[in-house]
């Protein structure tokens, strides 16, 4: 793939993702994805997912820095939200708060093979 597919694909797929169109995610995720090393497949990493829209009612996926040097993305993402209960094992309990994940995507065929994600828990963690 060409830089610009990815990228367009990668943008693309984030727009998938802020408007739950789970139909669609087979369009840029691959049926055998991994997400930190482990296969999950196209059906874990959809339920993960909508796991977390349910957690986190108001998630949106805010790409606030980017690079693409084929066939990997990297990308740190931006969220303030208001999650529902536990966020990564906090007691969160609808208290608004900000952190971001640093994620690599590497694709394969058109589509997200591999998803390596470190989350700030610490930053969620000092905010309640």
């Given amino acids: 793939m060409r830089r610009e597919d ?3 694909a990668y943008f693309s797929y984030i727009d998938c993702l802020n408007c739950q169109d789970w139909s669609n995610l087979h ?4 049926e055998d994805v991994s997400y930190n090393g482990k296969v999950v ?3 874990g990493y959809r339920s993960m997912l909508i796991g977390d829209f349910e957690a986190i009612p108001d998630l949106s996926f805010k790409v606030s820095r980017f690079s693409c040097d084929p066939p990997v993305i990297a990308c740190i993402l931006d969220f303030d939200c208001t ?3 536990l966020l990564f094992g906090v007691p969160v309990n609808g208290k ?3 952190f971001t994940e640093n994620v690599f995507y590497e694709f394969k065929d058109g589509r ?3 998803v390596w994600s470190v989350i700030d ?3 969620v963690c000092a905010q309640v």
Avoid: S
């Fill in 6 to 8: 990815i990228v367009q």
């Fill in 83 to 85: 999650p529902e209960g």
């Fill in 112 to 114: 997200i093979l591999n």
């Fill in 41 to 43: 497949g196209l059906a």
């Fill in 96 to 98: 608004r708060v900000q």
């Fill in 27 to 30: 369009r840029y995720v691959a």
């Fill in 121 to 123: 828990k610490a930053a």
